[in-house]
């Protein structure tokens, strides 16, 4: 089937299977040539095209052509998707105990100068104080790199709960880490 991009799309929104078809033909090598060059492996490459061309079937309707060609738009979702997955593969599934628990022996461990070990003793003992759905939150944050979107679905919270443990973990770590130093 041919026809314009703009044909084509509207003919997958509308659920015409020659139009799905001619248009995944027409773009998934430009699609998935982009997941791959992002995420650098071949199966996630193609989770991610699938999942991009499902996105611009369910999105079709929010194609607006005086902001751009339909392939802008499309490779646009493929980098976002892309991404997103990229986000979720490095992002380590660990309990936030099992971290703490790792953190505190590599301190308990670790002695490269008195200086450093004190350092990490002051931020070690800010941090316990810190209640514990807020450590978690800090923890999940600082050290797995998770969004508070993530960390509000891994816990079970609201997006503005887990931003406000975030920042309040973090200013009350800098309020102790301050007095500790005096200012």
């Not at 248009?23 to 199966?43: E, K, S």
């Not at 976002?80 to 505190?104: F, S």
């Amino acid at each position: 089937m041919e026809g314009s991009d703009e044909a084509l799309l509207a003919g997958l929104a509308a659920g015409d299977p020659e139009a799905a078809t001619a248009f995944v033909r027409r773009f998934q090598r430009r699609v998935y040539g982009l997941a791959v060059t992002i995420l650098r492996d071949q199966a996630a490459a193609e989770d991610a095209a699938q999942e991009t061309f499902v996105r611009a079937w369910r999105h079709a309707e929010t194609y607006d052509p005086r902001r751009g060609r339909v392939l802008t738009w499309l490779l646009t979702i493929a980098r976002n998707v892309a991404i997103d997955t990229a986000r979720l593969r490095r992002a380590e599934p660990l309990d936030p105990d099992e971290i703490t628990a790792r953190i505190h022996s590599h301190l308990d461990g670790s002695t490269n100068g008195a200086a450093d070990v004190g350092e990490r003793e002051r931020l070690r003992d800010a941090m316990r104080s810190l209640p514990v759905e807020q450590r978690r939150a800090l923890y999940l944050a600082a050290y797995l790199g998770r969004t508070a979107q993530e960390i509000g679905a891994s816990e079970g919270i609201p997006l503005g709960t887990a931003k406000t443990r975030i920042r309040a973990a973090m200013l009350r770590l800098r309020g102790q880490l301050e007095l500790a130093d005096g200012r």
